[in-house]
C-alpha cells in the first residue's frame, strides 16, 4: 500500500494470530520491501504489523507441528539480510507488541515508534531458548550492555525502556503511530539521490575506525568523479 500524500510505502508484517513469521511470511515481507526499494514512486518505506500486534516472533506451533526450525532460521536470516541494503528509508510503526524475531525486525528498521503498551524485545531465554539470529540486530543497534538486559534475561523492554536505549525513537498514542513514524521517513528522505548514502552507513558500523575513514574518503571523492 503506498500513503501518496507523502510516497511512503507501507509494509504489512501479516502473520498468524500475533503476526506469526513463517517462511511464507518473511518471504512476502522481504518481496515487499524489495519493490518498495525499486519503485521510483516511493520515496521512503513504513513497517507495521496487522491488527493489534507488530510481529510475535517465528510461528513455533508450526515448527512443533512438524516444521523445519532449520528452514525458519534461514528465512528469518534472508529478511533481515534485506534492511541494510535498502536504498530508501525505512521506519517501523509498532503498533503492538514486537518480540522475539520481531523485536529483531524493529532493531534493523532505520527508525521506529510505537505505541506506549508494547512490549519489544527477546523473550527466548524465559522459555530455555537462546535467540540465534534474532539477536543479530538487537546487539547491533544497542550494543552488548545493552541487549544482554534484553536478550540475557529474556525479558522485553516496555515502551519507556525500548525509548531509553535507542530501540525506539519515540513513544505516541495509537492513533498518532502512522503520522509520527511518516514524519521520521519525510525527514529522511529529503536527500533523495543521496539516501543512497544509507547503504554505505551500514557498511561502515562493520568497518574499523580507520577502515572506515579511508572507505569514507574513497565514497567522498567518487562524487567529484565524471
Do not use: H
Not at 507488541?97 to 529483531?104: H, L, N, Q, Y
Not at 543479530?136 to 536505549?165: C, D, H, W, Y
Amino acid at each position: 500500500m503506498l500513503d501518496t500524500n507523502a510516497n511512503i510505502a507501507i509494509v504489512t508484517i501479516d502473520g498468524p494470530d500475533k503476526n506469526f513469521l513463517n517462511p511464507d511470511v518473511m518471504a512476502q515481507v522481504g518481496a515487499d520491501l524489495l519493490a518498495a526499494d525499486k519503485d521510483v514512486s516511493v520515496s521512503a518505506i513504513l513497517l507495521t504489523g496487522a491488527g493489534d500486534a507488530f510481529c510475535g516472533g517465528l510461528d513455533l506451533a508450526s515448527i512443533r507441528a512438524g516444521g523445519d526450525p532449520i528452514e525458519f532460521a534461514r528465512s528469518l536470516a534472508v529478511l533481515l539480510k534485506i534492511f541494510p541494503k535498502l536504498t530508501k528509508p525505512v521506519a517501523a510503526a509498532v503498533n503492538g507488541d514486537a518480540v522475539a524475531s520481531g523485536a529483531s525486525i524493529v532493531a534493523a528498521c532505520d527508525y521506529a515508534v510505537t505505541v506506549p503498551s508494547a512490549k519489544i524485545g527477546s523473550y527466548e531465554v524465559s522459555v530455555g531458548v537462546w535467540p540465534m539470529v534474532a539477536q543479530v540486530p538487537l546487539i547491533a543497534r544497542m550494543g552488548t550492555k545493552v541487549a544482554m538486559e534484553n536478550i540475557g534475561s529474556g525479558e522485553p523492554f516496555t515502551a519507556q525502556r525500548s525509548l531509553e536505549v535507542g530501540l525506539v525513537s519515540r513513544i505516541v498514542e495509537p492513533a498518532a503511530l502512522i503520522a509520527s513514524a511518516s514524519e521520521w521517513l519525510i525527514l529522511a528522505s529529503r536527500g533523495g539521490a543521496a539516501n543512497a548514502g544509507r547503504v554505505f552507513f551500514y557498511e561502515l558500523a562493520e568497518m574499523s575506525y580507520e577502515d572506515g575513514l579511508d572507505a569514507a574518503l574513497d565514497k567522498f571523492a567518487a562524487q567529484f568523479k565524471k
